[in-house]
């Protein structure tokens, strides 16, 4: 069809039209972008491993070579411009022969979601692509291209909160149309193709690259969105198990010394006192913590060494107690109780019903991006079927409980720290029972 037979108007209306029969290509790369977990997170500001940045190039540079494929095959010579709507894909161009699709539009996506690297190396590769396909504007376009993807990725670098607005995302897109433009009157020639080509696809261009930038990153913002619910619906969820655990764990405290309490009145007031007055200062700290999902590790090894004081009067004195951290760790978070559930566990479980000595053993340190806390004790072993069950299920206990301590606190620390707490124990009759947790470093607290 030759264009000089219509308005200018109606030749961009019409060019419209056929691109937007297309936009299926867009409608891919926002499914892509919302349910492929790690381009989501890009759009929380988080940045991409390279393996996951390699995977973008080349899942958005398929797409973007599809888009220019499938796009409208232009004529233009000395001025007129004439189009091909064959549904054959083009294997190569003749030297008059240009072609638009949604090769920018899936460009200007890619730096938007990914960043620089995904955008340049897919400005690129489509661009690459674009050049081997040959005819008018091959090189030229395969520049713009490249500096499209590199422009919308420093979008991304230097100015992330710009991918909350639609409407600074559509005045990007269209910044860019009219960038890639500008660089083919710059360097096609004749001049006169240049102009024709230019004035002819411009229109077309913008709004199927407005419209698909605009399109895809109002769906990831409402995608951010129900992220943004379900992440606060969590929270809370976590919130809730956490204090039923602390409640559940405190009157198990205040039971078992109470009990000691009693015990030792007649035979032991002095004793019996000075227990009271650690067991106020004890829960003073529980009430303080009460409420919060993590404090310092400073603070917890406060509350242990209260901890270990009164349960020492049990052990009438006899109670070898070892501690070994450095002072660079005392900032980083840890849930309330849990190295004292650990403790205690190994004090009910492993010294309580033995003969002296009693030697229990704490030591915390750093493991790359974790924090390693450990409690030894020389007491009784724990049968080789339980240990892969200790924290992962509620187990049966005889002595001192009911064995679901250690499965409650693995519950909240999961929920604070994620799926990678580890809980793992070693128990022989040479070194006797060692539990080790692991969980990610945390500086900031959790409120």
Request: hydrophobic fraction near 45%; aromatic fraction near 10%.
């Amino acid at each position: 069809m030759d264009f000089p037979e219509l308005p200018l108007l109606m030749h961009w209306l019409y060019d419209s039209l056929h691109l937007l029969e297309r936009f299926f290509i867009v409608v891919v790369a926002a499914l892509i972008a919302v349910r492929f977990e790690r381009l989501r997170q890009a759009g929380h500001n988080s940045e991409l491993k390279w393996r996951h940045q390699f995977l973008a190039v080349i899942i958005f540079a398929i797409l973007a070579i599809i888009g220019t494929h499938n796009g409208i095959i232009y004529e233009v010579r000395g001025g007129w411009r004439s189009i091909n709507l064959s549904t054959g894909w083009p294997t190569k161009l003749e030297e008059k022969q240009a072609i638009i699709g949604l090769r920018d539009t899936i460009t200007l996506i890619s730096g938007l979601i990914g960043g620089p690297f995904v955008g340049l190396g897919t400005g690129l590769l489509a661009g690459a692509d674009r050049w081997y396909l040959g005819g008018l504007a091959s090189f030229p376009s395969f520049i713009a291209t490249t500096v499209l993807g590199l422009l919308t990725g420093g979008v991304r670098y230097f100015k992330p909160n710009w991918l909350k607005s639609v409407k600074i995302v559509f005045w990007v897109a269209l910044a860019g149309t009219v960038l890639h433009r500008v660089i083919l009157l710059f360097l096609i020639r004749p001049f006169d193709d240049a102009v024709s080509l230019t004035t002819g696809v411009l229109a077309p261009v913008a709004i199927a690259n407005t419209a698909g930038c605009s399109f895809l990153i109002f769906w990831v913002i409402k995608q951010l969105d129900r992220d943004r619910l379900e992440k606060e619906a969590s929270l809370q969820r976590m919130q809730a198990e956490i204090r039923a655990f602390q409640a559940q764990t405190e009157p198990h405290f205040l039971k078992g010394t109470i009990a000691s309490i009693k015990g030792m009145i007649r035979e032991n007031p002095e004793n019996a006192s000075d227990l009271l007055a650690e067991l106020s200062d004890f829960f003073a700290d529980i009430l303080a913590f009460s409420g919060k999902e993590t404090i310092t590790l400073e603070d917890e090894l406060e509350q242990l060494e209260r901890f270990i004081t009164f349960k020492n009067l049990e052990f009438n004195g006899l109670l070898q107690y070892n501690l070994n951290i450095t002072d660079e760790l005392l900032c980083y978070q840890v849930a309330p109780i849990s190295l004292l559930t650990l403790v205690e566990n190994a004090i009910n479980h492993g010294l309580f019903g033995r003969p002296p000595p009693y030697i229990l053993s704490v030591s915390v340190k750093a493991d790359g991006e974790y924090l390693v806390q450990q409690v030894t004790n020389n007491g009784h072993t724990i049968n080789p079927d339980m240990l892969p069950k200790l924290g992962k299920q509620p187990v049966a206990s005889k002595n001192r409980g009911g064995g679901v301590g250690l499965y409650q606190m693995m519950q909240s620390l999961q929920l604070v720290f994620g799926e990678s707490v580890e809980l793992n124990f070693q128990s022989d009759m040479d070194n006797g029972t060692v539990a080790i947790l692991r969980h990610p470093k945390r500086v900031n607290p959790v409120e």
